[in-house]
């Protein structure tokens, strides 16, 4: 093989060699999205920018897990990948008599990475309404099921009050409050000096941040969001987008990381 061909190989293999990829969320999800980046050639770099802090009710969520793990519940509904961190920080146990609906892909994928077992993940929408209107055909209709709900202290309760109308016996706990987490300095640095190739968004929460503590970002980093509601919020709040990853799923998100990498790579 010619040291042409070998060049183009490698690019193929590695479509993202060279490039450093700023990872904004930590955990499981965030370590395999970093493993996932490196082996298309990217060097990531993980930095948690939002976390989550203990709920103002601690015993309601301390209680409703304890009787998650008895059993008590037909259902645990699970809206956002940080809800899947308070779980797993509380070594949350969900019985095999337990099913686990998760809002969306990123959800679902943090809830696996964390050794938890998904049920349902809604087909068309990934949000708390796509869940709602798919539930009662996902279920064969069964009522009333016994629900436990997860949330977070500023999300709407749309899918509890939802199920609830439909005659459901739902528990709506709040799990955590999020919080935003100061990166380090030398990051912030290096953003603005234009040496990170690409920022990855994976949340409205995640958006606002980084536009707080890293905005503006320069016109040489990509910045990349994981669906459109989340480009959606991230416009709102006057952060750029350049690409938006068609679905809400991790690997969609790489996904269109790399076609945009290709896209600039041939300009």
């Given at each position: 093989?010619?040291?042409?061909?070998?060049?183009?190989a490698?690019?193929?293999?590695?479509?993202?060699?060279?490039?450093?990829?700023?990872?904004?969320?930590?955990?499981?999800w965030?370590?395999?999205?970093?493993?996932?980046?490196?082996?298309?050639?990217?060097?990531?770099?993980?930095?948690?920018?939002?976390?989550?802090?203990?709920?103002?009710?601690?015993?309601?969520?301390?209680?409703?897990?304890?009787?998650?793990?008895?059993?008590?519940?037909?259902?645990?509904?699970?809206?956002?990948?940080?809800t899947?961190?308070?779980?797993?920080?509380?070594?949350?146990?969900?019985?095999?008599?337990?099913?686990?609906?998760?809002?969306?892909?990123?959800?679902?994928?943090?809830?696996?990475?964390?050794?938890?077992?998904?049920?349902?993940?809604?087909?068309?929408?990934?949000?708390?309404?796509?869940?709602?209107?798919?539930?009662?055909?996902?279920?064969?209709?069964?009522?009333?099921?016994?629900?436990?709900?997860?949330?977070?202290?500023?999300?709407?309760p749309?899918?509890?009050?939802?199920?609830?109308?439909?005659?459901?016996?739902?528990?709506?706990?709040?799990?955590?409050?999020?919080?935003?987490?100061?990166?380090?300095?030398?990051?912030?640095?290096?953003?603005?000096?234009?040496?990170?190739?690409?920022?990855?968004?994976?949340?409205?929460?995640?958006?606002?941040?980084?536009?707080?503590?890293?905005?503006?970002?320069?016109?040489?980093?990509?910045?990349?969001?994981?669906?459109?509601?989340?480009?959606?919020?991230?416009?709102?709040?006057?952060?750029?987008?350049d690409?938006?990853a068609?679905?809400?799923?991790?690997?969609?998100?790489?996904?269109?990381?790399?076609?945009?990498?290709?896209?600039?790579?041939?300009?």
């Amino acid at each position: 093989m010619t040291s042409n061909s070998a060049g183009k190989a490698e690019k193929a293999d590695k479509p993202l060699a060279g490039w450093r990829v700023l990872v904004p969320r930590g955990g499981p999800w965030g370590d395999r999205v970093a493993a996932n980046l490196r082996s298309r050639g990217a060097s990531p770099k993980v930095a948690p920018m939002i976390n989550f802090a203990p709920t103002d009710d601690a015993a309601a969520l301390e209680g409703a897990l304890q009787r998650l793990a008895a059993g008590e519940f037909d259902w645990l509904t699970v809206t956002s990948a940080t809800t899947v961190d308070v779980l797993f920080s509380h070594q949350a146990v969900v019985p095999p008599t337990t099913k686990v609906a998760a809002v969306g892909e990123t959800t679902a994928a943090a809830l696996v990475a964390a050794g938890y077992q998904v049920a349902l993940v809604p087909a068309e929408d990934n949000s708390a309404r796509g869940l709602l209107e798919e539930w009662t055909a996902a279920t064969d209709g069964a009522i009333p099921l016994r629900i436990l709900a997860l949330r977070s202290a500023i999300a709407k309760p749309l899918l509890s009050v939802g199920l609830a109308r439909i005659g459901h016996h739902v528990e709506a706990v709040v799990a955590y409050r999020t919080v935003g987490v100061p990166v380090e300095e030398s990051i912030v640095a290096e953003v603005a000096d234009g040496r990170f190739q690409a920022v990855l968004v994976t949340s409205g929460s995640v958006a606002e941040q980084v536009q707080n503590q890293l905005g503006p970002i320069p016109e040489s980093t990509l910045v990349v969001c994981i669906g459109p509601q989340t480009a959606k919020d991230a416009g709102a709040i006057g952060l750029r987008v350049d690409a938006v990853a068609d679905e809400r799923t991790a690997e969609s998100l790489i996904e269109v990381l790399v076609r945009a990498a290709e896209a600039k790579r041939s300009d």
